[in-house]
């Protein structure tokens, strides 16, 4: 009796301790397999964008600094995961190029054989 009330409470405690951390899976529109890529996630900062290039800092979810600057095509936009398109960018920007405070992105990175490409995911 004493033997299965002990393996409940370690049962107990261990049900409520946290699980370790698993990897993301990455979603259909990122073009590559996982032991091909990198992904950052958090708040967007020195933020600058024209038609052809972007610009940023992510101060991530995991307390690191990262720096993406790229040129890019619509293409490589989504957001929330979901198509984007050039409407959209009034739902991330406060005028053309300047971003809204506490904007969220998750970028992907893929690296296929030294060949690098982004694929950026806004989330609101």
């Excluded at 009796?1 to 261990?14: D, E």
């Excluded at 979603?27 to 397999?33: E, S």
């Excluded at 406060?94 to 992105?105: D, M, Q, Y």
Aim: charged share 25%; net charge neutral; glycine share 8%.
């Amino acid at each position: 009796m004493k033997q299965g009330l002990w393996c409940l409470a370690i049962g107990l405690c261990l049900w409520g301790s946290p699980c370790p951390a698993e990897r993301l899976r990455a979603p259909d529109f990122v073009p590559c397999g996982r032991d091909q890529l990198t992904s950052w996630q958090g708040e967007v900062f020195n933020y600058h964008r024209s038609e052809t290039q972007i610009a940023f800092g992510i101060r991530t979810v995991d307390g690191s600094l990262e720096r993406l600057d790229i040129a890019y095509a619509l293409e490589q936009m989504r957001l929330n995961g979901g198509l984007f398109t050039l409407p959209d960018w009034k739902r991330l920007e406060v005028s053309p190029g300047v971003l809204k405070p506490s904007v969220r992105v998750r970028v992907w990175r893929c690296d296929k054989a030294g060949a690098i490409s982004f694929m950026i995911d806004w989330l609101e």
